[in-house]
């Protein structure tokens, strides 16, 4: 069989990806309109930005995403979790407050505008929710296209 000869290499697929975590764990007071999840580490692409209070993220290309997160607590509690884009909550985003538990996991896409804000939001419970250490929250947000 014959090899033909190698082509161009073509673009990163994940070059533009941001990666935001929780690593502190910590209280946060929710509130049933919902509170966003504060960010202690982060690798960040150029044109992904963080905000000074290490909530939100501004992405300067827009384009379809790929986003995903993860919420761990200390002790089950009866949450809901959603990324809002624009302030605006994603409905593919959004883990419904049920039963009780200690870990929300989602991924979803999602098209973005150039200049986009988004953020992981906590919401459904008036009270204190604590994020345990090492894996209290983390998001991707990833540019597919």
């Known amino acids: 069989m014959r090899q033909g000869r190698t082509g161009a ?9 941001a990666l935001i975590a929780n690593t502190a764990g910590g209280m946060s007071t929710v509130l049933a309109a919902g509170v966003n999840v504060s960010f202690n580490e982060g690798i960040l692409p150029a ?4 905000d000074g209070s290490n909530e939100v993220l501004t992405v300067a290309d827009g384009g379809v995403y790929r ?6 607590t200390t002790v089950a509690e009866t949450l809901g979790v959603q990324v809002p884009v ?3 909550p994603v409905a593919a985003s959004q883990l419904l407050p049920g039963l009780p538990t200690s870990s929300y996991r989602n991924d979803f ?3 973005l505008d150039d200049n986009s804000t988004i953020s992981l939001a906590l919401y459904s ?3 204190v929710v604590t994020l345990i250490t090492g894996a209290g929250a983390n998001m991707t947000v990833m540019q597919l296209s």
């Open 9 to 17: 290499t073509g673009p990163s697929p994940t070059a533009n990806t």
């Open 47 to 50: 044109g992904i930005n963080i």
């Open 67 to 72: 986003i995903s997160y993860n919420v761990n």
């Open 86 to 88: 624009n302030n605006i």
């Open 109 to 111: 896409i999602v098209e």
């Open 125 to 127: 419970l008036d009270g």
